[in-house]
């Protein structure tokens, strides 16, 4: 049995230890907004937090989240009212939608370390995220607005 803590609720999950976090975030706990994309830890789509840390739950044991907080994008408010997920919303930032949760997972980790990020530093943090729908300017003014920023330095 591994001990986790998931968005604040403990749990004892029977599981392999190398089972990769995603699977038990997803399968094992029915919490479906962590996405699977590449498996290899290349495009951002399975963001989750760590013990506050940005981890790509798809390449990630789950015995290393044991006895650690995990946050997943269920996690991040009870209601959407996280400053990123009502700006997604505000700006209209998703199309497909299908990468957005780890885009806010990555932006999230960035603000809780860096509340008033450049926009060098926002491109940095979440370079590894990839959009297939090329919404990167959006997602650029979508966390400046969370960060109280203008949309546009």
Do not use: F
Not at 8 to 18: F, L, Q, R, S
Not at 30 to 39: D, F, I, P, S, V
Not at 45 to 55: F, I, N, Q, R
């Amino acid at each position: 049995m591994i001990t986790l803590s998931v968005n604040g609720t403990g749990y004892k999950i029977d599981a392999d230890p190398e089972m990769p976090l995603l699977w038990v975030v997803r399968d094992l706990l029915g919490l479906t907004g962590t996405k699977y994309g590449c498996g290899e830890a290349l495009c951002g789509a399975c963001v989750v937090h760590l013990d506050g840390e940005a981890v790509r739950a798809c390449v990630t044991p789950v015995r290393r989240a044991a006895g650690k907080s995990v946050t997943t994008i269920e996690g991040l408010s009870a209601d959407g009212s996280h400053p990123l997920q009502k700006a997604w919303v505000e700006l209209g930032v998703p199309q497909c939608g299908y990468c957005q949760s780890g885009q806010i997972m990555s932006a999230a980790a960035l603000l809780s370390k860096k509340p008033r990020p450049t926009n060098e530093e926002i491109d940095t943090s979440l370079a590894g995220n990839i959009c297939r729908c090329g919404t990167y300017t959006r997602i650029r003014a979508a966390v400046r607005v969370a960060a109280g920023l203008p949309k546009e330095e």
